[in-house]
């Protein structure tokens, strides 16, 4: 028992690590890319515009692992779309970080950093993303690093990981 239990928290691992690992000189030449698609967009625009193709993304993955009809197909058809879903989330967060702070990934934990709000979104969906957005607009990077030392962030991974 304590075998499975040992390689259970290792996919969860490597799952996580697979949520978080994302390819930041891409997220940032999405967000310029954005900006030169939508010229004279504000910063909120360009971020719900983000969101909404987040939204349509993790549909469109929603509908392609809802089809399978056999119950061995369909669990790990439904892991799977579940860890989609936080990856196009965790997507997202990054573009609206480096939309609202281009710096956003100097710091090794920033990816991490991206998971607090996306559980919060999952939460309450749109009223989260909404917030998510205004607090961008007024509470800085360095006022949430005041609040969260980074043994609080290696606490929150390590119990992101159980």
Excluded: C
């Amino acid at each position: 028992m304590k075998d499975r239990s040992k390689t259970d928290e290792t996919a969860l691992t490597k799952t996580l690590q697979w949520v978080v690992d994302i390819d930041v000189p891409a997220i940032q030449a999405s967000v310029d890319a954005l900006r030169r698609e939508m010229k004279g967009a504000s910063r909120e625009q360009l971020a719900h515009k983000i969101f909404s193709r987040a939204q349509l993304k993790a549909a469109a993955s929603g509908f392609a692992t809802g089809l399978p009809s056999n119950f061995w197909t369909m669990v790990p058809a439904a892991i799977w779309d579940v860890a989609i879903t936080v990856k196009l989330e965790v997507i997202a967060t990054a573009k609206v970080a480096v939309l609202y702070d281009p710096d956003f990934f100097t710091d090794e934990e920033a990816t991490w950093e991206l998971l607090i709000p996306v559980f919060g979104i999952n939460v309450a969906s749109q009223l989260a993303q909404n917030a998510a957005i205004k607090a961008a607009q007024g509470v800085t990077r360095e006022v949430i690093k005041k609040y969260l030392s980074k043994e609080t962030l290696k606490q929150f991974q390590k119990v992101m990981l159980k």
